[in-house]
């Protein structure tokens, strides 16, 4: 049975930077799709980037050249780096392992990213 | 992108009532999508996959079906523990896109 543990997340001012964490079990992240989601009731559940098992990794338009995603194989991590963060980036963001290209199956218990202006 | 809209965006309804969402894609997608079931403060769980499997543990009494760009998810006896959201996702192409989310909340 996978499980998924998130860290990281908080109040930032905006143009601020931020690092979220997913520490895997049960699975390895080298081997999976890894996927990180945000979530706000203006907008709902919203895609934000994948880490694919090659190591491409794939960006919402929303938030291309100022969030990264990256693991660390010996941690079973995934993180996602978040740099220039504007007010609209606020949400709770979720990791997520997508299993064979389909529907995701195993999620973090998110966490509050608020970012002040 | 694919748009994926659902309706209706709240649904009223008693214990033991049968209910169904409907999920439509803005272009076809095959067979590709899943259904999450969602309860405040935590995360999305899937529920169905691959328009009508269901996952693992999730009661028979849920049953999804569809093809193309028309998707429903059925509830044929509604139980107390099923009122919370529901959501759709297309899994047929990036950026993989959600539904806006159905609200089943008790009559």
């Known amino acids: 049975e996978g499980q998924l543990v998130q860290s990281g997340g908080g109040l930032v001012q905006s143009g601020g930077s931020l690092r979220l964490s997913c520490a895997a079990s049960?699975?390895?992240?080298?081997?999976?799709?890894m996927t990180w989601i945000r979530q706000t009731p203006e907008k709902g559940l919203e895609w934000v980037s994948l880490?694919?098992?090659?190591?491409?990794?794939y960006y919402a338009d929303s938030v291309t050249g100022r969030f990264t995603i990256s693991r660390d194989n010996s941690k079973n991590t995934v993180f996602l780096h978040m740099d220039s963060l504007r007010a609209d980036d606020t949400a709770v963001y979720f990791c997520?392992?997508?299993?064979?290209?389909?529907?995701?199956?195993?999620w973090g218990q998110g966490t509050l990213v608020t970012v002040s202006s | 992108d694919i748009q994926m809209t659902q309706s209706p965006s709240t649904l009223s309804a008693s214990v033991g009532d049968r209910i169904t969402i409907t999920c439509r894609a803005s272009?076809?997608?095959?067979?590709?999508l899943a259904w999450f079931q969602q309860k405040p403060g935590k995360a999305p769980k899937v529920m169905i996959y691959?328009?009508?499997y269901l996952e693992s543990g999730v009661p028979s009494r849920f049953s999804g079906s569809g093809s193309g760009t028309e998707f429903t998810l059925t509830i044929s006896s509604l139980q107390p523990d099923d009122f919370a959201s529901y959501y759709c996702?297309?899994?047929?192409?990036?950026?993989?896109?959600f539904g806006q989310g159905t609200m089943v909340e008790i009559k």
């Open positions: 997520a392992r997508e299993h064979n290209s389909a529907a995701f199956d195993y």
């Open positions: 049960g699975f390895s992240v080298t081997n999976n799709y």
């Open positions: 880490l694919d098992s090659g190591g491409s990794a």
């Open positions: 272009q076809s997608i095959g067979s590709r």
């Open positions: 691959k328009t009508s």
């Open positions: 996702q297309q899994y047929n192409s990036y950026p993989r896109t």
